[in-house]
């Protein structure tokens, strides 16, 4: 039986990249449903592609264009967000590709949770925004959330029938377009200077967390919850050439390490068909051209919003939700040239003291506390 697999995000980079695997691996894997926001014109090329039985435009203003388009396949096109909450709990879909960028990914990876549906997680948001709450929603609906992050999936793949227990994890991290720039460049960084990522190709916004390292701090978070430790058991480590993609060091000193070429290709096929892992054409590693590996501790004076992730995890209850919407907030003024680069951290850290702490918050709350941060970050942007 081929898995039948929903992409929420499919027009995204992690999205175009997961139907490179389905497309190439046809014999076990189908598309069933196919999400997108705003991008309809690829979002129809999809479609008549591999002709799901259903495709989300979240966009209303694109749904005629959308349903014009399909006229002509047996593919039902629907719109809005809530949606996509409805079409995941679908007893046609075994796996969850949450791809959407931000807190909007939220809802729809718990009601998918709640139908039952494994998650194949690359929406770092959801587990920053309510961790606690997943993880305790997927214990109790027996899901299995496989992380689609070349980070997360490299501690998965490190842990994988390991009986010891994890005294450490080392998150590695390319450091960003700013590593090696000073103060003074970044605080006049314009955003072509931000979006120029060494490594990964990826979407806009993300690839400014990744320049701010909030990206980075994200995943202090996801890990705290994918794995079940403490915030002073992950420690990031800046490794320019992303060969290693993460370590875990046990309780004898021993470190486990998952390395290969920066293609995000390897962390989806894993998490598609895991534990099994698909033939790839993708690039080998070739160990006389990478003998030179660097590592170094992250500067998080220089990069705030590390520290401020570290902040957020610790006070633990809503006060990362806070801490994302106002990213979300700040991130997007930055993109449309309304704040400099440096602003950013300072938005976020001034949201942070000023919305409410909940220290055990609900669903309900999270959704309280993504609308107050944003009004707050908003009115700050003034």
């Avoid at 920053?128 to 793949?157: F, R, T, W, Y």
């Avoid at 534990?275 to 790839?280: A, C, D, E, F, S």
Wanted: net charge negative.
């Amino acid at each position: 039986m081929r898995r039948r697999i929903a992409i929420l995000g499919s027009t995204g980079s992690i999205g175009v990249q997961t139907l490179d695997i389905i497309r190439a691996h046809s014999d076990k894997f189908v598309v069933e449903v196919l999400v997108a926001n705003n991008n309809a014109e690829l979002l129809i090329h999809q479609a008549i592609e591999f002709e799901p039985n259903a495709v989300v435009i979240i966009a209303e203003q694109k749904y005629k264009m959308v349903c014009d388009a399909l006229e002509q396949y047996p593919i039902k096109v629907f719109t809005k967000a809530e949606a996509v909450e409805q079409i995941v709990c679908s007893a046609d879909i075994d796996i969850v590709v949450a791809a959407m960028v931000g807190y909007a990914g939220l809802k729809p990876v718990v009601n998918a949770i709640q139908a039952k549906k494994t998650i194949a997680l690359a929406n770092k948001e959801t587990l920053v925004v309510a961790g606690d709450l997943i993880m305790k929603l997927a214990e109790q609906n027996n899901v299995a959330i496989i992380p689609i992050d070349s980070e997360h999936s490299a501690i998965l793949q490190s842990i994988l029938g390991e009986p010891n227990k994890i005294e450490k994890i080392l998150l590695t991290a390319s450091g960003g377009p700013f590593l090696n720039t000073n103060n003074e460049f970044i605080s006049n960084a314009t955003k072509s200077d931000a979006l120029k990522h060494p490594k990964w190709e990826m979407g806009k916004k993300i690839t400014i967390d990744s320049a701010t390292m909030m990206n980075k701090g994200f995943e202090v978070i996801e890990a705290r919850w994918l794995f079940d430790v403490q915030p002073e058991q992950i420690q990031i480590v800046i490794h320019p050439q992303s060969i290693i993609h993460s370590m875990v060091q046990f309780v004898d000193g021993s470190i486990k390490a998952q390395l290969g070429e920066p293609d995000m290709r390897i962390p989806i096929a894993y998490a598609l068909n895991f534990p099994v892992r698909l033939p790839l054409n993708s690039k080998r590693l070739d160990f006389s051209q990478c003998l030179n590996l660097e590592f170094q501790n992250p500067d998080t004076k220089k990069f705030p919003c590390i520290a401020l992730a570290y902040e957020a995890l610790r006070k633990a209850g809503n006060m990362a939700c806070i801490m994302n919407a106002a990213n979300e907030i700040a991130v997007d003024a930055f993109l449309n040239d309304k704040i400099r680069f440096l602003q950013i951290a300072e938005i976020i850290e001034k949201t942070m003291n000023k919305a409410t702490f909940i220290p055990n918050p609900q669903i309900t709350d999270y959704i309280e506390t993504d609308v107050e941060a944003r009004k707050i970050a908003t009115e700050l942007l003034k």
